[in-house]
């Protein structure tokens, strides 16, 4: 097992650098240019306060000199400027944030803490662009005020680069204290800028007659100012000026570029200080990753990027780091990331013990860890392999598929077990786990393998996760139920919670196996699965739930299509008939797969299936359908022909609800819970032992 120090010594190979050559003779090769072959020096111009007309009234300018910039918004970031953040950033140039309230920082902090600070002038702005998927590095001080402690809190948060200014006057010695020498791009955390405008005495000429000292030097030189228009007010300047600028730069092969493009300078996250401060307890990190084939312009906007082959140690130790402070999120950018190598963890040894094997590790912790895909597109054209074509894909490598055991451990995404158990010696862990619009692909079918494991997670939440196998469905002989698309807890009575929203998985031996003391899942489906849903302990899947009794599981809105079982009911983890498990289906649709050659056996085995002795009870409202004769509504009952298997339930079939008069109610229907909307009494009327309901 690489220790962590080998694994982030492998990050770093991974990153894909891109540099300017004014960086220094070792920076990699990619060279902004401003039309030269060669780069002398580089100009950094930077604009404040949410002009976003202004600043996208220029992009043509920018673009004729192939020249990017940086812009700061302020203020409570309303949809149209979250906008405009997007378009200027996916033209290419950089985006930062300036201040909610816009207050000089040194004082505010003085006056009310460093948390309000956070709370009222940077987080609302952080959490709109999160919410957002806006990759976000560079913070502009407001009025340029800014302290060493600021400085500190700001970088605790990832933030790479933080603009304040130099207030010097055109000829003045210290005009250039701000510039510093190219090579030394990749440690500069402050930004410091010379002011653009008739509010500062610059203008183009006068800028213009410090940028051959900038070229000879090999200097990198930041500016502020803020509206770009005919006529600007004093702090700004107009689109002449700028042009000048820009001309004047390119004659002396002066890089004009944003804060982003001193990509070879960009702290990666493991030079981020994740503080354990007051003002930074309730705050993690955020970092954005791009894989080998994300498109440039993501590429370019990413702390971390991937190589393609080391996929899995790259994001492996930007996990552990983030696990090691105060927790933080991983969004991914589209592409596919590839796990090419196993992560060996313990398993419990009062769970049997032995070893279990990650692909990306998720470590035991007390923080939250949040994984997200950005740029999610679901192209489903009915086969396994379209689930997002255009998002966010994980998958295994052939050859580390093609090496595993058959009925090992392993577990491509997942929480790692305490290696200090509790009490009980289970093993659990007390991290929380999440897991948002992310696809995954397995080569096939036919190993033990989960994709999403919350075993020893405490909470977890999954939404919008996607799994798709390559391998066909025709044949449960070769199908394993070890399989398993989404697992859950293997912990007790703990006030443990999970959540799985709108994820779909297609072609697995196990759609669903979970557990748990709060567990409520929605708009889910189970595909071309052997067992759509299982919960609890089952004869086939390794013995490892505990179900907790007298605690509810709900499924709303959930389906399974083509499965062998749709749902199995297990054991409770301790395996007393005393105790009770509950389940509340709410309209959960699922579609026989009668008609087809492939499934021919399928329609003897039954909808649901309990296998725990008659441990759980609960209700199910259900709509049933057949494919084989053109989708009409089923009246036959989920358990089959023995209908004492669902005593414990109440078990209503949506299809066969009918609406008339009183004198047309049906008198042949036996099933209680059937229903029927009386068009004379306006209402609904339910089919009970006594009859119908009033």
Partial sequence: MKTLCGTILAVFTAFQVVAAAAFGATAAAEVPKNGKSETRGVLCLTFDDSHFDDWEAVMPLFEKYNARATFFARGELPPRHVAGMRRLSEAGHSIGLHGRLHVRAPVYL??????????????????ICRSAGLPLRNFAYAYNARTDETDGILRGLGFARLRSGVYASPGDAGELNGAFPAAEAGEQLEMRGLGLGKSY???????????????????????????????????????????????????????????????????????????????????GSLAYVAAA???????????????????ASAINALVAQMAAGRGGKIVFFPGTYVIDEWTERPWPEKRGGGKQFFGIAVPYTQTQIDFEGIGFTHKDKNTSLEMNGNGVVFKPSDRLWDAMEKDGRYSLVGGVADSNPDSSGRGYSWGFFTIKNISFRLPGNDKAIVVVDGIWT??????GVQIATGAPFNDDSRVNPKCIGIRTCAAGNNNRRYTIDHCKLMGLGTGFHVAGEHLIMRQCIAQR????????????LERWSQQVSNHPTTMVNCSFEYTWYGITLGTSGNGNPKYVCTLNAVDLNAEESDGYDAYKAWKERKLVQDLSGGYWLGEITYHLTSKANGHIPSTRNLWGANLAEGANFRTVNLAARRRGTTADRPTSMTDLGFGYFDTDLNRMVWRTEKGWSK
């Fill in 110 to 127: 003085g006056e009310h803490g460093a948390d309000a600070w956070l709370r009222d002038e940077v987080l609302p702005q952080i959490d």
């Fill in 201 to 283: 005495g610059r203008g183009a000429a006068e800028l213009l007659a410090l940028l051959p000292r900038v070229a000879e030097s090999n200097l990198v030189l930041s500016t502020f100012s803020h509206r770009i228009c005919d006529n600007p007010p004093d702090n700004g300047i107009s689109p002449q000026t700028l042009e000048e600028i820009l001309s004047g730069a390119a004659a002396l092969g002066i890089a004009v570029v944003g804060f982003d493009d001193l990509s070879a300078a960009r702290p990666t996250p493991f030079s981020m200080t994740f503080k354990a401060t007051a003002c930074l307890k309730d705050y």
């Fill in 293 to 311: 084939d994300s498109c440039e312009a993501d590429r370019r906007k990413a702390d971390l990027v991937c190589d393609g082959s080391a996929d």
């Fill in 458 to 463: 405490s909470e977890m939440a999954c939404d």
């Fill in 529 to 540: 699965c052997g067992y759509g849903y299982v919960f609890g302990n089952v004869p086939f």
